[in-house]
């Protein structure tokens, strides 16, 4: 497993570049602070080598930040290496813990769908899973999350990824678990914004919140 | 026990028509051409209600080829 030695903060105009000191190399991430939040949503694999933020979590960032939720978009070591990937993933897992955050929904998008299915299941600190458009290669162990929540997402013009990996992962998956199929949506998920931001926003806001008991 | 590849369903039904099969412990897997569904020693029945319930179509009774299980 991976270990966290320490990290280092610096603002731009988009958020808090956070670079990751761990045993494996550096890992770069943005984190995009809501006041006082001890809860945040991690999106896996978000934040492209030039620091360029993916637009879907650009969007529903900024509309969480609102709701008192923090982000972290990272940027992989090593993109398109599963293990690699789900371990830098569980490094921003660990950042999470060292500043507080308590509660933490993991998203991921095509190959960063699997990524946080895998992922999920290694920390406690996970609360709620959603993947966009998932591949199923690094899937197979989804029925791990449960009881967390599942959010499943995919587009049905989908031509990289067949819709038909999202309803294999679903029926892998125990539940509490969700399938949304967007009609006419390719894999970018781009097409309806209307429909998937708000979704996404409420989804997550909702598993976030913490039991009426805590 | 029969075996069955079902169509896939209109996208809108999809979630539903899996969880009545896992509600009804039904044995499935969802491969590209379809769901295939594995019936044990009384499952016909509520099998033939799922069915119904979603209009589900039968491609094929005992298909060849059975992946995922």
Known sequence: MISLSGY????????????????????????????????????AGSLSAEDRLSPIARSVAKDLREDGVSSLAVRYRRPFELEDSVQDTLAALLF???????????????????VAIAAAPL???????????????????????????LLLVHGTADQRLDPYCSEQIYSWAKKPKELVLIEGATHGLSEHPEFLLPLLRRWLTEKLRPPADQ | MPTYL????????????????????????????????????????????????????????????????
């Open chain 1, 8 to 43: 280092e903060i610096k603002p731009t105009n988009d958020g808090d570049l956070v670079l990751l000191r761990t045993d494996r190399g550096e890992i770069g991430c943005l984190l995009m602070s809501a006041t006082g939040a001890d809860t945040a949503v991690l999106w």
């Open chain 1, 96 to 114: 999470f813990r060292q500043v507080g955050v308590q509660r933490v929904a993991l998203v991921g998008h095509s190959f960063s769908g699997a």
């Open chain 1, 123 to 149: 920390s406690e600190a996970v609360v709620a899973v959603a993947a966009l458009a998932s591949q199923t290669y690094g899937a197979r162990n989804v029925a791990n999350i449960a009881p967390r929540p």
């Open chain 2, 6 to 69: 079902s169509c896939p369903l209109p996208p809108q039904q999809r979630m539903g028509f899996m969880d009545a099969l896992e509600e009804a412990g039904i044995a499935y897997s969802r491969e590209p051409d379809g769901y295939v569904v594995y019936l044990k020693d009384g499952q016909q029945e509520a099998w033939r209600d799922i069915q119904q319930r979603f209009r589900a179509r039968i491609a094929e009774e005992d298909p060849p080829l059975i992946f995922g299980m």
